[in-house]
């Protein structure tokens, strides 16, 4: 087996990872950094359950190899922090306004939302809806995660 060795920044830790060439972001990440908030729904790009920030904008890690990330920068769910470790004012704002229930979307969702209120403080109800428009939740509704990200837009 051939091996590729590759260099990125995951959550602001620097990795140097030796990877076979048709492995995918998601299971480097989930298989060798063991970042499991990460997960795989569909394995084709539909669902969003995978979605990182890679250089600033939201892909689905299911469908980059790992390759393709040399020399980026990422966040998955674990990096997305409050002060002191503390929840992050966005997932703070998805537990008040009641927009998480089994949880498997909630990391995809959060970035897509962190991603969007990063570029854009305050976005519009269509603006958030286009944001999340990658990413399935089949337990909330998507009235309760729209209502969490203006929440989290009013304290950005």
Known sequence: MNSLEIHLTVNGRQYSVEVDPAKRLLDLLREDLHLTGVKEGCGIGECGACTVILDGKTVNSCLVLAGQAEGSEIITIEGVRGKEGTLHLLQEAFIEA?????????????????????SKSKPSVEE???????????????????????????KW
């Not at 009641?98 to 990063?118: D, H, K, N, R």
Request: proline share 2%; glycine share 10%.
């Open 128 to 154: 958030i809806k286009e944001a999340v428009s990658g990413n399935l939740c089949r337990c909330t509704g998507y009235k309760q995660i729209i209502q969490a990200v203006n929440i989290a837009a009013e």
């Open 98 to 118: 009641g927009a998480v229930q089994c949880g498997f979307c909630t990391p995809g969702m959060i970035l897509s939302a962190y991603a969007l209120l990063e």
